[in-house]
C-alpha cells in the first residue's frame, strides 16, 4: 500500500471546518482562491505520491550516512527534492518580491502535511528552509534578503536552524557559541551546535545556516543572544559557492527513526557570519522561526496520523482471520469490533488535529491580512493555537502510529510492512521544537496571560457550534460539546489565576483537554455541512471527547501530589 493524498478531507476541513474560504475575501490575499488551492495541492499530492513516497521505506533502509566528510543521502533523494522544488512549493509563502509565491500559510499548511505523510525525512528540509525565510523576511537587512531569500525559496540553497548545544538542551540562555566583529562587517562563529537536522547534505548546492551566538560584551541569559546566517560555502557576488567557510560535519546522530534525514553535529570554527537583525536581539529572530516551525511540526503529527491510518485501514481490508462477528461481514479483521475501535480512533486523531493545524494557520493568516483590533485578535487566536496544534498534532501522530502497530498485529512489528516505521519516524516530533510540555507551560502561561481571553473567546466559538448542532436536530452531540466546553472554561478560569507551578501541574491535562473539545467542534461543523461526517463526530464526542472532562479536572488538581513523595521514596523497593 503506498500513499494516496488527502484531497477531498483537506479542501473540506479548509472550507467547512475552519472557514478558510474567508481568506480570498481580503486584500492581501485576494488571488488565493479555492481553485488556485485545489490545483496547488493536486500537483503537490501527485508529487508526494509519485516521486516522494516511493523513497520512503528505501530511504530509511539506505540511511544518510557521512563518509569522508561528506555527506551522501540515499538514492533517488535528490531528483525527488529537484521536482518539488522545481514546482515551486519550497517558496510557496516567500514575498514575491525576492521570487516567492506569496500564498497564504492556508495553502502551506496542507502542503507540507502530504510531504510529511509521503516521505517524513525528506520533508524535514524545505520546511526549514520556509522558516529560515521566514526569519530573514522579517528580521535580515534587505542586503541579505535580496541575496539569500531567493536561492531559499527555488530550493537551489536550502536552509538550517542551529540552536542548541550539547551542555544546553532547551536552555537557551545557556548557549555559549560566540561571534568575534572580524572588522569588516562580518563575524568570526566558534562553537559546537548539535541536533542539527539536515545540517549537511548533498540535496542543494549551498547550505544557509542560522546560528544562536553570543556577540562579546552581551549579557548572560537569552537577552545577550544574537543570529547569524552562516554558509557552507562562501558566495560570490553572483551567488556561486566559493572557499568551503570554517564548518565542520563532525557525526551524524544515530536515531530511532528518519534515518534517511542526517542530523549533524556541526562545528564552527571561526566560521563567517553576517549578522541578521540587532545585535543581542537574537532571540526575536529564531522565535520567528521556532514559531513556523512549531505548527510544520504539529503538521508532522498529523501526516503520520494519516499515513498509519491509510496503512491501517487497508491491512484491515485484507487480512483474513477468524470467523466475522457480524452477518455478511466480509472475513477481514475489519468486521471486528476492536479493530474498528482502533481504526476509527486513528481517523479521529488525524481529522482533528489536522483541522486544530489548519484554523492555527488561518489565524496566523488573518492576523496579516487585517488590521488593527481585528489583527489583534486573530494574531492572539493564532498564538494560542500553536501550542496545541504542535503537542495535540505530535500526541495525535505517536497515538495513531502506535495503534497502526496494534492493527497489524505480529506483522506490524515486523519492519517490511512500514507501519513500525511510521512509530519510529514520528517519535521525535513530540520532542521537536519544545517537547509538548514545554509547549504546554507556554499555553497556561504566556497565552493565558490575558486572563483566559483569548481561549474563553474561542470556546465561545465552540459554545456556537452546540447551538446550531442543537438545532440542526443533534441534541444529544450539541450536549456532549456543550458539557466538554463548560469544563474547559471552568479549567481556564482556575488555571489564569493559580500559580506558576499549579499552572504547570496542569498544563499537560489542560492542553488535552482543549484539543479534544477543539475536535469535537470542527467534526460538528463538518457534520453540520454534511451528514456523511455524523458518524465520525459521534464516535470522537462520545469515546475520545468525553476525556476532555477529567483532563480539565486533572488539570486544576495544582501540584501537591506530584511533590507527596521525595526522590527517596520514589525510588524502586
Not at 500513499?3 to 478531507?9: E, H, I, K, W
Not at 549551498?206 to 537577552?223: D, F, M, Q, T
Not at 488535529?353 to 493564532?382: F, N, Q
Not at 492493527?407 to 519544545?434: F, P, W
Request: proline share 3%; charged share 20%; aromatic share 6%.
Amino acid at each position: 500500500m503506498t500513499y494516496r493524498a488527502p484531497l477531498q478531507d483537506i479542501a473540506f476541513t479548509l472550507d467547512h471546518m475552519v472557514g478558510a474560504g474567508r481568506l480570498a475575501e481580503t486584500e492581501l490575499f485576494a488571488e488565493a482562491t479555492g481553485e488556485l488551492r485545489d490545483a496547488m495541492l493536486e500537483g503537490a499530492g501527485r508529487i508526494c505520491e509519485e516521486s516522494w513516497a516511493p523513497l520512503n521505506h528505501s530511504g530509511d533502509l539506505e540511511r544518510s550516512r557521512l563518509e569522508n566528510d561528506v555527506v551522501h543521502t540515499p538514492g533517488g533523494f535528490r531528483d525527488a527534492f529537484r521536482t518539488y522544488a522545481e514546482g515551486g512549493f519550497i517558496g510557496m509563502m516567500a514575498d514575491p518580491e525576492h521570487g516567492g509565491l506569496g500564498l497564504p500559510l492556508s495553502f502551506a499548511s496542507p502542503v507540507n502535511e502530504m510531504t510529511a505523510s509521503a516521505n517524513l525525512a525528506l520533508s524535514l528540509a524545505p520546511l526549514l528552509t520556509q522558516g529560515q525565510i521566514e526569519a530573514l523576511e522579517g528580521c535580515a537587512s534587505d542586503e541579505i534578503k535580496a541575496f539569500y531569500i531567493p536561492r531559499l525559496a527555488s530550493g537551489e540553497w536550502l536552509g538550517t536552524m542551529n540552536l542548541t548545544e550539547a551542555a544546553a538542551g532547551s536552555d537557551l540562555a545557556a548557549i555559549r557559541a560566540k561571534a568575534e566583529p572580524n572588522g569588516d562587517g562580518t563575524y568570526a562563529i566558534t562553537g559546537q551546535k548539535i541536533f542539527i537536522t539536515w545540517g549537511d547534505h548533498d540535496l542543494a548546492e549551498n547550505i544557509s545556516h542560522l546560528v544562536l551566538a553570543r556577540i562579546p560584551g552581551g549579557s548572560e541569559g537569552v537577552k545577550g543572544l544574537s543570529v547569524f546566517v552562516a554558509p557552507k560555502y562562501i558566495p560570490d557576488a553572483d551567488g556561486r559557492p566559493g572557499e568551503k567557510n570554517a564548518i565542520t560535519t563532525v557525526s551524524l546522530e544515530h536515531k530511532l527513526g528518519l534515518h534517511a534525514s542526517p542530523t549533524a553535529v556541526l562545528d564552527y570554527q571561526g566560521a563567517t557570519g553576517w549578522l541578521v537583525g540587532e545585535e543581542h536581539g537574537g532571540i526575536q529572530v529564531m522565535f520567528r522561526m521556532m514559531n513556523n516551525a512549531r505548527l510544520g511540526v504539529g503538521l508532522e503529527g498529523v501526516a503520520a496520523a494519516e499515513l498509519a491510518y491509510q496503512k491501517a485501514l487497508a491491512y484491515a481490508l485484507e487480512r483474513k482471520q477468524g470467523a466475522s462477528p457480524v452477518e455478511d461481514g466480509t472475513g477481514a479483521i475489519v468486521d471486528h469490533a476492536d479493530v474498528r475501535r482502533m481504526l476509527l480512533t486513528q481517523r479521529a486523531l488525524a481529522v482533528t488535529s489536522r483541522a486544530i493545524a489548519y484554523d492555527c494557520a488561518y489565524s496566523l493568516d488573518m492576523a496579516r491580512a487585517t488590521e488593527g483590533e481585528e489583527a489583534a485578535r486573530w494574531a492572539a487566536r493564532g498564538a494560542l493555537l500553536t501550542p496545541i496544534a504542535k503537542a495535540f498534532g505530535t500526541d495525535a501522530g505517536i497515538e495513531a502510529a502506535d495503534l497502526g502497530v496494534q492493527i497489524h498485529g505480529g506483522m506490524g512489528y515486523v519492519e517490511e510492512t512500514g507501519a513500525a516505521q511510521i512509530l519510529r519516524d514520528v517519535r521525535v516530533t513530540s520532542i521537536y521544537e519544545g517537547t509538548n510540555g514545554v509547549q504546554a507551560m507556554d499555553l497556561v502561561g504566556r497565552k493565558l496571560a490575558d486572563g483566559g481571553a483569548a481561549a474563553q473567546a474561542l470556546l465561545g466559538e465552540v459554545s456556537a457550534t452546540a447551538s446550531q448542532a442543537r438545532e440542526g436536530g443533534h441534541a444529544d452531540l450539541a450536549a456532549a460539546l456543550e458539557t466538554n466546553r463548560a469544563f474547559v472554561s471552568t479549567a481556564t478560569a482556575a488555571l489564569a489565576e493559580a500559580d506558576p507551578n499549579a499552572r504547570n501541574a496542569g498544563a499537560a491535562h489542560y492542553l488535552r483537554a482543549f484539543a479534544l473539545t477543539l475536535g469535537g467542534h470542527y467534526l460538528m461543523r463538518g457534520a453540520l455541512a454534511d451528514e456523511s461526517w455524523t458518524p465520525l463526530a459521534r464516535f470522537h464526542l462520545q469515546r475520545l471527547a468525553i476525556r476532555a472532562q477529567s483532563e480539565a479536572q486533572a488539570a486544576m488538581l495544582g501540584a501537591d501530589d506530584l511533590y507527596a513523595l521525595d526522590a527517596e521514596a520514589m525510588a524502586s523497593r
